[in-house]
Every structure is written in C-alpha cells, then in structure tokens.
C-alpha cells in the first residue's frame, strides 16, 4: 500500500538523524537552554529578517513537541478569561484537536468559510457586531484571530490578504496568531507572494512546523509582539509543553534551517503534489478547492476511487454526491517520484 494519506508518515531527514547519533552522548543543559536550541533560535531569527539585530523588538522563539501542545499554549496565554479566538470554521482550533482551547476555558469563534480562509472583512463585521450588542457584557468576546497558513483545505493567503487582515486586527486590538503547521508548503506554494519576513511583520506570533516538513517532531514559535513574551516559559511549562531533554528540538530545527533544508524539502513535496495535480486536471478530474502546496482535493468517480483504493491510501474528505468522493491526496518532503509515478500511471490506466 502505496500511502498520501498525510505529511508526518515518515520519520525524518537523514541528516537530522546524523546529528541526533553525532551528539547523542552529549551533555547539555535541560530545558531548551543549550547551545543547540540557541544555534537554532540564530538561523530561524536570520531567516525571518532579523540577522545580526538586537533589542526588544527581535522576536523570540520557543519550541514545543506538537501542534495542538502549541496552540493550546499560544491560545491560552493571550487570551483573558471572558475572551474567545476567532477561526474559521475549517480550522484545526475548532475540527481537529478534541476541544484543547475549550479545555483551557475558552471558546473557539468559529466563522463560515468555503475555502478555509478569513477575509478582513467578514472579521471586521463580526467584531462590530459583538461590540454592539446590548449584551455585550454577556457573550464570549472576541480576543484574538487564528489563521492557518496554509488553510487546512491547502489554499494560502495572499500578501494583500493577509496585511488587510492584520489592518482589522490592529484596528481592534486583536492578536493576529498564524498557525504554521505546514508553513514551508505555503511558502513553496505556487503563485505564493509571502516571504517568511513577510509573515513574521504582519502577526503578532506564528510557528513555524518541524512536524509536517522533515523532523521527527518539533514546532518553533516565533514571538513578534513584545507584549506577550513575558512569562511565555512559565506557560509552556504549565501546559506540559517544556521538553526535558530540549536539545533534542533544537538539533532538529538547527539542521532544518542550515543550508535551506527546510525550503528545499516544502519545494519537493509541492512539486510532487503538482505532478499529480496536473496529470488529474488532464483526465478531466475536479477538484474540491484550488489548493497550490502538497495537499490537493480530487474528487473521484466512486468507482475509480475504489480502484486506486487498493493499492493507494488517500484521506477521506467528503462525500460529494451518490457518485462521487473527496479525498486529499497529502505529498511531503519525503515522497518518492516513483510513488508519485506508479499512482498517475494506475489512475491513467482507468
């Protein structure tokens, strides 16, 4: 069974597994205080505009085991306790991570979205309408705004997109936090505007994914506001977020970004995922939303679907009609152009 179910089937580069067996019998300090969290914490600030720089104003950076770990902390720590976050309705905060904000106390402010995307419009509109509601007092106010980049349904915002956004949310006051589990693949994406600085000036925090895009594990969060640095280590540690052995994220997120790892591995995964995008288009095959990074939304004849079914695994989307399925077909930065050949020739030969 040939797998494109998601992007964290495989383990990790092999270079991070070099270092990992280099410095296995290493004796560092605990905690994320040792010299290779630091290295990293250097290459991530110089890959987001700020090398060479000092002073407040230079982000910090955190790093954290997982996605949801990170989230809820992120969340959590911004947010006061009669506020929510908003999301689209689409967003991992609200459909994939078990209610972890609303564990935390606070609710997650989902708002309708056919493409996973927010506008700064609908944002502003909703904002107004919580701000004059004679009940204010009553309901859950809105604290922050979460995005995804990319969405979870593999579309990215544009640079025009998401400074309009950022506009609104400075407008109000609200935090602007971008969950960059698959980051890299964005940034690939085809048609993408955004550069890595670009996204660090318009949040006020992001992260960056190591999960999804080549380590074993690991997310950098990367702090832009100066207002919500202060105790961040307590809070990850509260949420049961600080590794004991914090190194082991640090060599990660070190060997990612040295020599463009990171990129270049997001660059292999879009362009497999395109490959098979192209070949699908040209057999007159829909797709679900217009994504340009690795997760693409055929929607296949039940009995094609059926076919491939035996000896490809796909993640089930949604049933489209009586007729007709929705899969993602997910590629990563580990995905074999052989794999990716054998499935265009099996859909060719139906």
Not at 7 to 15: A, F, I, K
Not at 34 to 56: H, N, P, Q, T, V
Request: one cysteine or more; glycine letters at 8%.
């Amino acid at each position: 069974m040939i797998k494109f179910d998601c992007d964290y089937l495989e383990g990790c580069h092999p270079n991070i597994l070099k270092m990992l067996e280099k410095t296995n019998f290493e004796q560092t300090e605990g905690y994320g205080c040792d010299k290779y969290c630091e290295k990293a914490k250097k290459l991530i600030l110089s890959a987001c505009g700020f090398a060479g720089k000092r002073g407040k104003n230079v982000p910090d950076v955190h790093f954290l085991v997982g996605g949801t770990q990170t989230n809820t902390t992120v969340i959590s720590a911004i947010l006061r306790p009669h506020q929510g976050v908003v999301s689209a309705v689409t967003g991992h905060v609200n459909v994939h991570e078990t209610g972890a904000i609303e564990s935390t106390g606070h609710k997650v402010l989902a708002l309708p979205s056919s493409d996973g995307k927010l506008t700064a419009e609908q944002v502003e509109k909703y904002v107004k309408s919580c701000v004059n509601d004679c009940n204010y007092e009553h309901i859950v106010q809105p604290g922050m705004v979460y995005i995804s980049f990319p969405t979870e349904n593999g579309t990215v915002y544009s640079k025009r997109e998401l400074s309009e956004l950022r506009k609104v949310c400075l407008k109000y006051k609200l935090p602007l936090f971008i969950d960059g589990a698959r980051l890299g693949y964005g940034i690939k994406a085809s048609g993408n505007d955004l550069t890595l600085p670009d996204i660090a000036a318009l949040c006020d925090v992001f992260y960056i994914g190591g999960t999804k895009n080549g380590a074993l594990f690991g997310e950098a969060v990367v702090i832009t506001n100066n207002a919500f640095k202060k105790d961040f280590r307590n809070i990850i540690k509260q949420r049961g977020g600080m590794l004991a052995k914090g190194r082991l994220l640090g060599i990660q997120f070190m060997t990612l970004f040295s020599d463009d790892l990171y990129f270049r591995l997001a660059e292999h995964a879009v362009k497999t995922a395109a490959k098979i995008k192209n070949a699908l288009k040209n057999k007159g095959i829909e797709f679900l939303f217009d994504s340009p990074t690795n997760q693409i939304f055929p929607v296949f004849p039940d009995e094609i679907y059926e076919k491939l079914s035996k000896k490809f695994s796909f993640a089930f989307w949604e049933n489209v009609d009586e007729k007709r399925t929705a899969v993602r077909i997910c590629t990563s930065w580990a995905t074999k152009e052989s794999d990716v050949a054998e499935l265009i020739k099996a859909f060719s030969s139906n």
